[in-house]
Nanobody
Framework: EVQLVESGGGLVQAGGSLRLSCVGS????????IGWFRQAPGKEREGISC????????EYVDSMKGRFTISSDNAKKTVYLQMNSLKPEDTAVYYC???????????????????????WGKGTLVTVSS
C-alpha cells in the first residue's frame, strides 16, 4: 500500500522558515516523482514544486519560485520542502503527492499548476502569524 506521510508543519512567525518532510512507503521511491501542494482556507489546492526521484531534477510553479526549495533523499525515502521568508498568506495545509510514472511537470494556466498525482498524503498544517 502506497503511503505518504507529511510532517514538519506548525506555527511560525512571518519571516521565519520551516522544513516539511514527506516520507513514502509501499512503492519504489526512486521510480516515482513527488510533488508538494498546498490548500489555504477557502481556496483551491495549488501546486508548489515537484521532483523526479530518478535523477533529482525539479520543477517549480512560477509563483512559488524563490522562497521554496524541494529536495529528496532516496535512501531515506523522504522529500523535503524548505520554506523561507514565510508570509501569512502561506498559511495552508501542505500536501505531498506521488506520481507512479515519475512525471513531474508544470502545467501553466491551471489551478493545480502541476501534473496530476496518483497518491496523496493527509497533509500538515502550516500557520504563519503576522
Amino acid at each position: 500500500e502506497v503511503q505518504l506521510v507529511e510532517s514538519g508543519g506548525g506555527l511560525v512567525q512571518a519571516g521565519g522558515s520551516l522544513r516539511l518532510s514527506c516520507v513514502g512507503s509501499g512503492f519504489s521511491f526512486s521510480d516515482y516523482s513527488i510533488g508538494w501542494f498546498r490548500q489555504a482556507p477557502g481556496k483551491e489546492r495549488e501546486g508548489i514544486s515537484c521532483i523526479r526521484n530518478s535523477d533529482g531534477s525539479t520543477e517549480y510553479v512560477d509563483s512559488m519560485k524563490g522562497r521554496f526549495t524541494i529536495s529528496s533523499d532516496n535512501a531515506k525515502k523522504t522529500v523535503y520542502l524548505q520554506m523561507n521568508s514565510l508570509k501569512p498568506e502561506d498559511t495552508a495545509v501542505y500536501y505531498c503527492a506521488a506520481d507512479t510514472y515519475g512525471v513531474c511537470a508544470v502545467v501553466p494556466g491551471t489551478q493545480l499548476g502541476l501534473y496530476g498525482m496518483d497518491y496523496w498524503g493527509k497533509g500538515t498544517l502550516v500557520t504563519v502569524s503576522s
